[in-house]
C-alpha cells in the first residue's frame, strides 16, 4: 500500500513537471558588462597615451561612481525596473551589473542613471559602508555623494608640466546634475527564462568633448561647486556609453 | 620487525604527552558571553569575522594580552609600552596610534599587512614580538581564559590574534567636539574659527576631505601627499608596482593632536608645521596623487590667517575621554 502511494505521488510530479514545460515564457536575468575605452583605445592606467580634444596628452588615474536605476524597455511601453545602486571601481569592482528575474518578452532598450536620482543623492541616502562614506559629497550647502571621482594627469603643451584633474561630479544646492541615459537595443534582446549578456562600452574620453570641449586649464581643478561645469560634464557624460549585444 | 620498533617509538614518544596532558579544570567553562559593540549611527557599519564573534572574555583577554610584556619574547616590552592610551595608543615617534582601527582593512604605513585586524594581530604576535606560546601554556592563569574565549586547551597564535583583535575593536573613539557637534542632541556648537576651518578643510580650498574625509577622518587608503620630490618606497615596497612608490596609509585625523610627531617618518613636530606643508611645501613626482591638485603651485596656499582657522577645526578632533576609557585601561593596575 505504501509502495503504491509513492507510485501515484511520482506520476503526479512528473504531470507537473511535464505541464510546466509546455508553460509560457518565463523569467530571465540580464547580465551587462562594463567595458572601458579612451577614444576608442585600451583603457591602461598611469600612462600619457592619450590626447584629448582640448589638445592636451593625458592619464587615467582612478575612476570611482555610481549606475542605478537600471531599465530595460519594449516596444510597448512596459519596462522591467531594478531598484538598485552599483558602485564601480576601476580596477577593484567586478565591472558587471546582474538584473536578475526580467519578465519574458523583447526589449528594445536599456535606461539608467550615471550617479543617483534625487531620492538617493541626500546625506545617509545611502548604506553607511566604507565605500559610500568615501563617495560623500560634504560642501556646505550641498548634499548626498559624488557621482563620480574620475581623477588622472594632463600634461602642459610645450613645457611638458604636469597637472593633475579632478573630474568631481555631484549635485550643487539643488541641481542635481546626474545622468539619465537611454540607449536602443540592436534587434531586441529577447528573454524567455535565458540569461542574456549585453556590453556596455563605456568611452571615458567623451567627458573631455562631445558636445563641449573640455579644457583643464579653464575649468581648474575645482568644479566641485561650479554648477557651469557640473553641466559641461554633465552633457559630456551623456555621450559616454552605447551598447553592444554579446548574444549571437 | 621494523614496524614495531617503529610503533613503539611512536608509542614512547607519545606517551609522556599524553599522561602530561592535563585534563580540563572542572572550572573551566567554554560560554562565551556576545559583547555588544557600541558606536554612533553615523559611523560605517563595522565588518566582523564570522568566525571572530566579539565576546566578553575574549576581549578581556585581547585587554589583558595588549598590556602583558609577557607576548614579547624576551618580555621586554608589552603593545602599550608603544601604543600609550595618554597618546590616544600611540607615543611621540612614528606608532600609529590605535582608534578606529576596526574600520581599517590594510595595516603599517607601507601597507605591509592587508586583511583584518585578526591579520595585523597575528602578524604582530607571531612575527613582531616572537611571542613564545609555551610561555602563555604554562601560565597559571591564561590557559583558562583562552579556554573561555575559544573553547580549546591549546593555545595557538591565530588566538591570540583573534582576542586582540577582538579588544581592537572595542577602541572605538567617537566623542571628539566634532562629534557632539554632529549630535542633534547635544547642542554642541563650532566656534566661528572651527567652523571656517570645517569649510577649508571640507571644501575644494583645502580639500583634505577626499583623503581624511568621512567621519573616520581617513579613506583608508594609500596616497603620495607630496612630502617628497624622490618619495621612499612606500606601499611599492610591498606591491612591487612602481605605481605605488611614495604612497603611504593615510593617517585618522582623529586625535591628530596629541599623536605628534607627524607624518611616517615623524619628520614634523607640529600641526602647524603640517598646515605649512600642505599649504606650501608640496613636492611633485610621478606618483604624487591627482587629489594633490595644487602641488604644480607648491600647495594650497592659505593665508596665516587661514591657516589658524584649519588648525581650530584640527583640534575639534581631539577626544579626552577615548584617553580616560576605564575600558581600555590597563587591567592589571585596577
Not at chain 1, 148 to 166: S, W
Not at chain 2, 21 to 44: A, Q
Not at chain 2, 52 to 68: A, E, F, I, S
Not at chain 2, 70 to 96: M, R, V, W, Y
Request: overall charge negative.
Amino acid at each position: 500500500m505504501k509502495k503504491n502511494y509513492a507510485f501515484h505521488i511520482l506520476i503526479l510530479s512528473s504531470l507537473v513537471l511535464l505541464s510546466a514545460c509546455q508553460k509560457e515564457a518565463t523569467n530571465g536575468n540580464v547580465t551587462i558588462f562594463i567595458n572601458y575605452n579612451v577614444g576608442g583605445q585600451e583603457l591602461v592606467t598611469n600612462d600619457f597615451r592619450y590626447t584629448c580634444a582640448a589638445g592636451y596628452t593625458f592619464e587615467v588615474t582612478r575612476l570611482q561612481y555610481y549606475l542605478s536605476n537600471f531599465t530595460l524597455r519594449k516596444d510597448d511601453g512596459t519596462e522591467y525596473f531594478l531598484d538598485e545602486v552599483f558602485y564601480q571601481e576601476l580596477g577593484t569592482t567586478d565591472p558587471s551589473i546582474p538584473i536578475p528575474d526580467v519578465p519574458p518578452g523583447t526589449y528594445t532598450s536599456l535606461s539608467f542613471v550615471y550617479g543617483l536620482d534625487a531620492d538617493t543623492n541626500v546625506d545617509g541616502g545611502l548604506p553607511n559602508t566604507l565605500t559610500n562614506i568615501n563617495m560623500e559629497w560634504p560642501l556646505s550647502g550641498d548634499q548626498g555623494y559624488h557621482y563620480m571621482k574620475f581623477e588622472g594627469k594632463y600634461k602642459l603643451p610645450g613645457t611638458g608640466e604636469e597637472k593633475a584633474f579632478n573630474l568631481h561630479t555631484g549635485a550643487t544646492g539643488n541641481n542635481q546634475n546626474f545622468i539619465e541615459i537611454t540607449l536602443p537595443i540592436d534587434n531586441g534582446l529577447k528573454i524567455d527564462g535565458n540569461t542574456m549578456q549585453l556590453q556596455l562600452n563605456y568611452d571615458l574620453n567623451e567627458w573631455l568633448q562631445n558636445p563641449n570641449t573640455w579644457d583643464f586649464e579653464v575649468w581648474g581643478p575645482m568644479i566641485m561647486a561650479n554648477q557651469d561645469a557640473q553641466l559641461a560634464l554633465k552633457a559630456n557624460g551623456a555621450t559616454a556609453f552605447s551598447i553592444e549585444p554579446m548574444n549571437p | 620487525m621494523k614496524r614495531t620498533i617503529l610503533l613503539l617509538g611512536v608509542l614512547i614518544w607519545t606517551l609522556p604527552y599524553c599522561t602530561k596532558e592535563k585534563p580540563i579544570d572542572p572550572g573551566w567553562e567554554y560560554d562565551p558571553t556576545p559583547f555588544n559593540l557600541e558606536y554612533p549611527d553615523f559611523f560605517p557599519i563595522l565588518e566582523i569575522p564570522a568566525d571572530n564573534p566579539t565576546t566578553v572574555q575574549g576581549v578581556l583577554l585581547g585587554r589583558m594580552l595588549y598590556y602583558d610584556p609577557i607576548l614579547h619574547k624576551d618580555s621586554t616590552e608589552a603593545c602599550a609600552s608603544c601604543h600609550q592610551q595618554a597618546f590616544s595608543f600611540s607615543k611621540p615617534g612614528n606608532i600609529i596610534p590605535h582608534i578606529n582601527l576596526g574600520w581599517s582593512g590594510a595595516f603599517l604605513w607601507n601597507g605591509k599587512i592587508q586583511g583584518t585586524l585578526e591579520d595585523i594581530m597575528l602578524f604582530e604576535s607571531r612575527d613582531f614580538f616572537e611571542t613564545d606560546l609555551s610561555r602563555l601554556q604554562n601560565h597559571p592563569d591564561y590557559p583558562k581564559r583562552f579556554y573561555e574565549a575559544f573553547g580549546d586547551k591549546e593555545i595557538t597564535y591565530e588566538h591570540i590574534a583573534k582576542a586582540m583583535a577582538q579588544f581592537e575593536r572595542t577602541m572605538i573613539s567617537a566623542n571628539s567636539k566634532y562629534d557632539q557637534y554632529l549630535d542633534p542632541d547635544q547642542f554642541v556648537f563650532l566656534e566661528d574659527e572651527e567652523f571656517l576651518g570645517y569649510d577649508i578643510f571640507f571644501s575644494e580650498k583645502g580639500d583634505c576631505f577626499h583623503c581624511h574625509g568621512g567621519i573616520l577622518f581617513t579613506d583608508n587608503r594609500f596616497h603620495n601627499n607630496g612630502l617628497d620630490a624622490n618619495p621612499e618606497p612606500g606601499l611599492s615596497e610591498i606591491t612591487g608596482d612602481p605605481f605605488d612608490v611614495g604612497r603611504f596609509k593615510t593617517p585618522t585625523l582623529r586625535n591628530i593632536e596629541l599623536t605628534g610627531p607627524y607624518m611616517h617618518d615623524s619628520r614634523y613636530e607640529t600641526l602647524e608645521e603640517v598646515i605649512d606643508f600642505y599649504s606650501e611645501g608640496l613636492k611633485n613626482s610621478p606618483t604624487v596623487d591627482p587629489l594633490m591638485k595644487n602641488v604644480y603651485k607648491g600647495g594650497i596656499q592659505l593665508t596665516p590667517q587661514e591657516k589658524g582657522y584649519l588648525l581650530a577645526f584640527l583640534k575639534t578632533l581631539t577626544d579626552t575621554t577615548y584617553l580616560h576609557n576605564p575600558a581600555l585601561e590597563d587591567p592589571f593596575h585596577e
